[in-house]
């Protein structure tokens, strides 16, 4: 099939009867990191405007930093409460050049630069249990979109 009879047929008709075959441009696993790290738990992945590739390893505790070809950088964070540490970070981002990582257990978005360092972090608001996603916005401001959770009878504790 030539380019311009693909186009001619409906894309329902592609899908149907059309093959992709995916191909992988790099792989980047424990043997990356050459020893000097391996991943617990990796959760979410963020592209950089360069190639440079984020790793969220939430049992870890930090977040894996390779270039775009797939070698090592560098661990960003460690286990903790502090500016620049993780507790489950869980969810990563990238918007206008700066690192937001969602956490579980410290309930608080950390915003850092691109090389990790420590900018700034923003609590979650109390009470909402179950987080389902969010979206960072290239002002600061961020969306949440998260459940409630109100608990009560012989179950609840």
């Given at each position: 099939?030539?380019?311009?009879?693909?186009?001619?047929?409906?894309?329902?008709?592609?899908?149907?009867?059309?093959?992709?075959?995916?191909?992988?441009?790099?792989?980047?696993?424990?043997?990356?990191?050459?020893?000097?790290?391996?991943?617990?738990?990796?959760?979410?992945?963020?592209?950089?405007?360069?190639?440079?590739?984020?790793?969220?390893?939430?049992?870890?505790?930090?977040?894996?930093?390779?270039?775009?070809?797939?070698?090592?950088?560098?661990?960003?964070?460690?286990?903790?409460?502090?500016?620049?540490?993780?507790?489950?970070?869980?969810?990563?981002?990238?918007?206008?050049?700066?690192?937001?990582?969602?956490e579980l257990n410290n309930k608080r978005f950390s915003i850092?630069?691109?090389?990790?360092?420590?900018?700034?972090?923003?609590?979650?608001?109390?009470?909402?249990?179950?987080?389902?996603?969010?979206?960072?916005?290239?002002?600061?401001?961020?969306?949440?979109?998260?459940?409630?959770?109100?608990?009560?009878?012989?179950?609840?504790?």
């Amino acid at each position: 099939m030539t380019f311009g009879e693909a186009q001619e047929k409906p894309l329902a008709a592609i899908y149907k009867t059309g093959r992709i075959k995916l191909m992988p441009e790099i792989i980047i696993d424990d043997a990356s990191m050459g020893g000097k790290d391996y991943f617990a738990g990796p959760d979410d992945i963020a592209l950089d405007a360069k190639g440079a590739v984020y790793v969220c390893d939430m049992t870890a505790h930090n977040i894996k930093k390779f270039d775009a070809e797939g070698r090592f950088l560098k661990t960003i964070g460690k286990q903790g409460q502090g500016p620049g540490d993780f507790d489950m970070p869980i969810e990563i981002e990238i918007v206008d050049g700066h690192l937001y990582v969602r956490e579980l257990n410290n309930k608080r978005f950390s915003i850092l630069n691109l090389e990790g360092a420590f900018i700034k972090s923003v609590s979650l608001p109390r009470g909402y249990e179950v987080w389902w996603k969010t979206k960072a916005l290239p002002d600061g401001r961020f969306i949440v979109h998260g459940e409630k959770v109100h608990a009560s009878g012989p179950l609840a504790s």
